[in-house]
């Protein structure tokens, strides 16, 4: 889903819901914020929940996780590289043991490495490595007519590679565990998906076997930065660094809500490769030149973001400084109520690039980003678990997201009620950001990890990162 709404934004095919009024000045985030004892209990219980996501929805013979539950769906592969992760975080938390993790990741990492892949339209994985955006949760195959996905293959490479790096042990299990994740990662032809259109060296968005390259590369600031370090980093088919330089080229430098910083809309795309990578204290020759790090870029896009909900131009019902959060997520009805436009599933978002705002906020947009600025981060969850209660917060901690404007239960069937929307489904993209960027503020845990992986530094250092961590 995620592609499909950078495509639109590439196009300029997302409407901008309102305009921006004149930035107002917001206070800059304190250098030192330390949990409570109420902050630490919160974010076990929302760790605890969160990870049950993964651990209880999905395949446990082939290690698909769903789209989405608990509506019936199709496998996201992206949500598969999540989940992969959420295992490690759930033996360091002591929600399962090292045995299981590994079970359940070699199951996985045999899925993907045995999976059939051709150009064939039907009845494969994918092809030249990568593999389609969605898949059907029994066969594995493609998932009707969806792309063969860059994105969210490269989203899945961060899942895999963090196994990687993390079953370190010799024995049986642990050491096929390392073998195959090289295996999946040096059969993805990056370079394939540079010969079309004359376009190199950008990396297209994707392929359909029925009608090609995806005319769209992958461009602007966005989560394509996890995308072009793996590209970089392949031992196998690597891109060139003109690839990267020639994407930093195109990146939106601009003041939005008094914080000046690479803009993209919906807060998602400041959070996926953050995930993986540890930008703090980095930097290539971009932000050489701007004078901060990618992981400040981030947290002044998380500012931005709240700044805009507190304005509330639109006035959105309980928008405030703890009930915010812009980014792609569930929503109410694609509608035009009494002159209000809402959406189903959209790239929302606040940016100078553009906004997006149907009164529906997102949990994910303020949990992707604790690792940034836990300190207007972690009281707008607490906020929102405490204010709408179980209507918000279920089996599997947040549920996708709310509007709480939306008041018209007639024209809607996955979870409206008479006092807003709620959704009923938790989706698999969203919370993996939460759980994980949880365990990153916590313990840094995942960012340690992957200092660790020679093919995540190759493609930093290749991209022209220096200092911090890289120089070690």
């Keep these: 889903m995620r592609l499909l709404f950078i495509l639109l934004l590439s196009c300029g095919g997302l409407t901008m819901v309102c305009c921006q009024p004149k930035p107002q000045p917001i206070a ?28 209880e929805t999905t395949n446990a013979d082939n290690g698909l996780v769903p789209d989405r539950a608990p509506s019936n769906s199709f496998a996201s592969i992206a949500a598969v590289g999540f989940g992969l ?31 059939p892949q051709s150009e064939k339209a039907s009845g494969i994985a994918g092809y030249k490595g990568f593999f389609y955006h969605f898949l059907d949760m029994k066969t594995g195959e493609r998932f009707k007519q969806v792309e ?17 790096s993390y079953f370190d042990q010799n024995n049986a299990t642990e050491t096929e565990i390392r073998q195959l994740a090289d295996t999946i990662y040096g059969r993805a032809d990056w370079t394939w998906f540079q010969n079309h259109n004359g376009a190199k060296p950008l990396v297209s968005m994707g392929w359909h076997p029925e009608t090609g390259f995806i005319k769209n590369d992958w461009a602007g600031y966005n989560e394509g930065m996890l995308l072009y370090v793996l590209a970089l980093g392949s031992p196998t088919h690597p891109v060139g660094t003109d690839a990267w330089a020639t994407w930093t080229k195109t990146y939106p430098w601009a003041t939005f809500y008094d914080q000046t910083h690479l803009n993209f809309d919906p807060l998602f795309g400041h959070q996926y490769s953050h995930v993986w990578i540890d930008f703090r204290g980095i930097k290539d020759e971009y932000m050489r030149g701007k004078g901060i790090d990618y992981f400040e870029n981030s947290r002044r896009a998380t500012y931005a973001n709240r700044a805009y909900c507190m304005v509330n131009p639109a006035k959105w019902q309980d928008y405030n400084s703890t009930i915010w959060g812009l980014t792609a997520c569930d929503g109410p009805s694609d509608t035009l109520v009494n002159g209000k436009q809402f959406f189903s599933y959209r790239a929302r978002g606040a940016a100078s690039t553009q906004i997006v705002d149907d009164g529906t906020i997102a949990p994910t947009a303020a949990g992707g980003s604790m690792a ?19 209507k918000l917060y279920g089996t599997y901690g947040f549920r996708d997201a709310f509007n709480p404007t939306y008041r ?40 340690k990890l992957m200092q660790k992986n020679p093919h995540i530094k190759r493609g930093l250092v290749k991209a022209g990162f220096t200092g911090g961590w890289v120089a070690n």
């Design 372 to 390: 940034f600025a836990p300190e207007i981060c972690v009281p707008a969850l607490r906020a929102m678990k405490t204010k709408y209660g179980t």
């Design 85 to 115: 992760t959420s295992y490690l975080v759930g033996v360091e938390r002591g929600y399962i043991t090292r045995a299981q993790a590994a079970e359940r990741t070699l199951k996985t990492l045999r899925f993907f490495a045995n999976a």
């Design 408 to 447: 018209y239960p007639a024209r809607v069937a996955n979870g409206s009620t008479q006092n807003g929307w709620f959704d009923i489904d938790y989706l698999g993209i969203d919370q993996g950001p939460i759980l994980l960027m949880a365990e990153n503020l916590r313990t840094g845990f995942i960012w």
């Design 148 to 164: 063969l996905s860059t994105i969210d293959t490269a989203l899945l490479l961060g899942g895999i590679l963090s196994a990687q």
């Design 28 to 55: 800059s985030a304190p250098t030192a914020f330390s949990l409570s004892s109420s902050d630490v209990q919160f974010l076990d219980s929302l760790q605890r929940d969160t990870f049950r996501y993964f651990w």
